[in-house]
């Protein structure tokens, strides 16, 4: 007989589960557990072997997308905006925005002209000056030129080395200053000096300068000035923090707040990125490969801005790699928002796709692997999963297309998995597909409900990937307390259905504070700052979910609760606990019982083992710059721990319990015996 002990008293586990079911009316009477039925609960949680199941090793994981630039002044460290002048279109004359011209019209004359030695990005400024350190127009003392306020403002830091590449050419000799300013113009934080005789420049010559700054300032631009006369030409001007995550490119504050999140893998690069208001500005892969200066970037017409693409395909593979993650790679099917190819013309884009595996995987002797390994990355990149297109399934001609991707893809690359952009949750697909993708963006309400979705999806066939979800609109706001809370009910039963759920990723990922075309995210950023909403919070509480092995529970309780318990091992520090969320998704606080079956006695150790709760004063709380932490997990030791513990569950709260346990106790062992009606 299994014992619930309460208190002093001991109760057989039937006797107490049957008081709980009819608990919701005769808890009083039956057992002084709490004197508002409402307000109590009971979770049992099973451990054993039996009755668990793994869950997928790659079920938990990220969508990046380049919208709210998430990566051109953001993810990616470039500083400089527009740095090959491209961003006025391939029509002369054209604007520079964001750079800016030092001196007026009798001192300097700044135009566009197409005379770059780079063929797929023609533009090139042309820098006119017409004062000098002599004569009679004398240049004022800080010289002519140019600047570029990056993206909101460069974060320069005190101490720090940027480096700054540029090409340039000229008729004469040329003495220019390259300097990181404040704003205004009048910080100077670090300046050096290019000085070449007219024959050292006369054709297009790559410079590169080392400037160390001196002060901090987040808010710092980059200028290019001089006091001499004659006529220099620039293009493609680059400045990059040398200290960048694992030295590849990537702001690191950013990328190691994806790694908190330890996501199994990474889908990238869009969303509606991919596919374009029309096709001839969605993403292609080989546009954005090589070298950085002979990348044309695009104008993407969806979130409407402009991208070097710095943070090209071969970017997205490494950070992949230095997240220790998987990557998904989402590539154009011939089909964007507007315009669509003909199924019988698509083999070009079949073709592109192709040749983008053979980039990421083929041998370094291959055409594509060639390239690839030019670049640095002779060893192949753990390309496995392909998504045939995003949101397109409604399309005219998606199936048409997507099969003829399939097929090729399938024909040259077996091993590659495939997703396609029909949801078959609900109904089987009708074409070949190893995954199907689902999204949601909806109310708190909803999502909460949708804890259930995929409890009567059927088992057979291909699995769910869930990657795009969140709770949008006034439920949300920039990030509230109370869309997370739905999200972590979501998460929760998308645990429990990890049978038929292979991947998920909240999106999107990023926002740059300055260009929020997308609310709520879970990062926000601007130049120097970043934290976290509470929808990346709640995406930290299953960063050890993924590879685990979720546990059979029960639950008896009012509809405001919803848990799941999992089973995980820490190798490094080879331990292992069990990890018991549970989400109040009501205004009341809940008195939670939880008693754990199938471990030994006393095999949850009271020392190392915590407590974490996400929780705020107000449902609607938000984070922010001036509050980063307003909505953040509290930890706390778990002064109770152990197979049967009464603990408090807030209001709108999410709660994590991790009881470290001898692991020789815990039985992870799984089969698929595992039932969903656990709940
Ligand atoms: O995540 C934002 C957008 O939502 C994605 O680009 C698109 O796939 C979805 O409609």
Redesign the pocket.
Known sequence: MWWYKMGSCKVPYSVLLLCFFVGNFFVPQCLAIGVDANKTALLLVNASEALGRPIPKTLFGI?F?E?NHAGAGGLWAELVSNRGFEAGGPNVPSNIDPWSIIGDEFSLIVSTDLSSCFERNKVALRMEVLCDSEGTAICPAGGVGVYNPGFWGMNILEGKTYKVLLYVRSSGAINVSVSLMGSDGLQTLSTANIIASASEVSNWTKMEVLLKANATNPNSRLQLTTTRKGVIWFDQVSAMPLDTYKGHGFRSELVEMLAVLKPRFIRFP??????GEWLRNAFRWKASIGPWEERPGHFGD??MYWTDDGLGYFEFLQLAEDLGTLPIWVFNNGVSHNDQVDTSSVIPFVQEALDGIEFARGDPNSTWGSIRAAMGHPEPFDLRYVAIG??DCGKKNYRGNYLKFYSAINKTYPDIKMISNCDGSSQPLDHPAHFYDF?V?TSANNLFTMANQFDHTSREGPKAFV??Y?VTGKDAGKGSLLAALAEAAFLIGIEKNSDVVEMASY??LFVNANDRR?NPDAIVFDSSQQYGTPSYWVQSFFAESSGATVLHTTLNSNTSLIASAITWKDSDADKTYLKIKVVNFGSDQVNLTISVDGLEHNSIQLSGSTKSVLTSGNLMDENSFKEPTKVKPAFTMLENAGKDMDVILPPHSFTSFDLLTESSDLRTMATDTFSRSSY
């Open positions: 969508f997308e919208i869009g969303g509606c990125f991919v596919e969806v979130w995003n949101e999204h963006y990657s795009e969140a999106a999107p997308w």
